[in-house]
């Protein structure tokens, strides 16, 4: 396999998470799904922007377009990031442990490579949420002919956000540092309730569909 994974076709990609490799994951694949709700609240938008009958919504699907190509290009490369967030604590364990002053250097290297490790799906569990107040647009205001895709695109962008958060917290559990473990388990949580009450609020815009 060449070039980062985003670049896979499908079929490859879901192979390779299939297969018995440590990565892609959990992390990798929430990621992706944050994408692709990007993706479809782009087309949401696109399919409603210059059209003469939606005018009042142009202002919303224009947000909603940008924002969402700004975040389909960041969870893409989350994609790869998230499958190579622990190289850094595999590199630690490798570190050599005879002396004291390597024991401390290796747990202080092994410390940093969790952190990142866990700080690489928080930011796509942030991305992901942030598109949730967007895509509520693309249902209320965004072409009805599409909205079923912007209802899946909730769908995925909850799941990114609950896939990352579940991440970072089994990273977070062996973190020796309670003021970095405190902090992201608060924000976690925080993202968490948004992220299913925006999902949840917009569901039910359309329970018709959703039978919410």
């Known amino acids: 396999m060449t070039g980062p994974l985003y670049s896979l076709p499908v079929a490859e990609f879901a192979a390779v998470t299939a297969s018995d490799a440590p990565a892609p994951g959990g992390g990798s694949v929430s990621a992706l799904a944050g994408a692709l709700a990007a993706a479809l609240g782009e087309m949401v938008a696109r399919l409603t922007l210059g059209r003469e009958k939606y005018a009042a919504g142009q202002g919303a699907m224009e947000a909603l377009c940008q924002a969402a190509e700004g975040a389909r290009e960041q969870l893409l490369a989350a994609v790869e990031a998230d499958s190579r967030a622990f190289d850094g604590y595999m590199a630690a364990l490798a570190m050599p442990k005879a002396a004291q002053e390597e024991k401390a250097a290796r747990r202080a290297a092994m410390t940093a490579g969790l952190k990142q490790a866990a700080q690489v799906p928080m930011a796509v569990a942030e991305a992901a949420a942030g598109l949730l107040p967007h895509l509520a647009r693309g249902v209320e205001q965004g072409n009805p002919n599409a909205v079923t895709d912007a209802l899946v695109a909730v769908l995925l962008a909850?799941?990114?956000?609950?896939?990352?958060?579940?991440?970072?917290?089994?990273?977070?559990?062996?973190?020796?540092?309670?003021?970095?473990?405190?902090?992201?388990?608060?924000?976690?949580?925080?993202?968490?309730?948004?992220?299913?009450?925006w999902a949840a609020d917009i569901l039910a815009m359309r329970p018709e569909i959703t039978g919410e």
């Not at 958060?165 to 003021?179: E, F, G, K, M, T």
Request: net charge negative; glycine share 10%.
């Open 158 to 197: 909850r799941a990114a956000v609950l896939g990352a958060l579940y991440n970072v917290r089994i990273n977070l559990d062996s973190i020796d540092d309670p003021a970095f473990t405190q902090a992201m388990g608060e924000k976690a949580d925080g993202l968490q309730a948004q992220a299913n009450g």
